[in-house]
């Protein structure tokens, strides 16, 4: 049994959209980045990694953004777009830079494909050239490939697109993460030094400071996701912000159920949709 758990899975046809698009009659341009909310591992890669199911439950509950995509579904409802990643990050991470050399994650054993569990236990055996690239190409590309093709047609289409990045984080700091500061706010903005303009950014504080939810700038996370083309031509017409909400406000860690609060943070992202976004497009 042993030597299938740990079989490579060079070869594997893998049939399921590694991601969905979210949208109906677009008519704003604006864009949730939705990569670490799902828990799904195919059944091929599951058999490859060497950890037992009791801790591999305890990883997805650590590492994964839980309802998020709920908690930010208003973007696609009112007329924008939603790409969310259907894969576990376990399997691969989109959010990752695919250069290991060019990912500081990587050094924890968490580049784009991890190696390492959130403890610094041995995650999967060691990853082969051909059986990395065939991981980028099923697992990564096609993301990154939908992201752009969806920026390329709302800026054609708007003239500019914002991205609103959208994720959780746990309550105490978890062992491998870079910032280890015990006390954690309740929202964590990310931004980028060209890509976030400074009026949305200090309207979104002023909306947080409006709820009575204490945000961090950068902290425990920090910058915010721009596609790399984008990123690396410093394109003026793409801004983005990344908004991190902290997990306890909306659900249980330990047991991963959302609480009776989860309708309430829903609604107020709903609102910093509708109030602070919204007018940012349109008046900028």
Not at 56 to 68: A, G, K, M, N
Request: net charge negative; aromatic share 10%.
């Amino acid at each position: 049994m042993a030597s299938d758990r740990h079989a490579g899975w060079i070869g594997l046809v893998y049939s399921m959209e590694t991601y969905s698009i979210l949208k109906n009659d677009v008519t704003v341009p604006i864009i949730a980045n939705i990569p670490h909310s799902s828990t799904f591992i195919p059944p091929e890669i599951r058999n490859s990694l060497l950890i037992s199911d009791e801790e591999l439950e305890r990883e997805l509950l650590l590492l994964t953004d839980r309802y998020v995509d709920e908690l930010f579904s208003s973007v696609h409802e009112i007329g924008g777009v939603a790409v969310r990643y259907n894969i576990s990050r376990m399997v691969l991470d989109p959010e990752r830079f695919e250069k290991d050399e060019e990912e500081v994650m990587s050094k924890k054993g968490m580049g784009v494909i991890y190696t390492k569990t959130s403890d610094g236990k041995d995650l999967r055996p060691p990853v082969s050239a051909n059986e990395r690239e065939q991981l980028l190409e099923t697992f990564y590309r096609p993301y990154h490939r939908a992201m752009e093709q969806e920026f390329d047609t709302l800026i054609e289409k708007f003239g500019r697109c914002l991205i609103i990045d959208c994720h959780s984080f746990s309550s105490t700091p978890l062992l491998f993460e870079l910032d280890q500061y015990p006390v954690r706010l309740d929202i964590c903005i990310g931004t980028d030094k060209f890509h976030t303009p400074l009026p949305l950014r200090e309207a979104v504080d002023q909306f947080f400071n409006r709820v009575h939810l204490v945000i961090a700038l950068n902290k425990p996370y920090a910058g915010t996701y721009v596609p790399s083309k984008y990123l690396e031509k410093k394109d003026a017409r793409v801004s983005s912000i990344m908004i991190e909400i902290n997990r306890k406000l909306y659900m249980d860690e330990k047991t991963d159920e959302k609480l009776i609060s989860f309708e309430d943070v829903r609604n107020k992202m709903s609102d910093l949709i509708h109030s602070v976004v919204m007018p940012h497009l349109i008046y900028r």
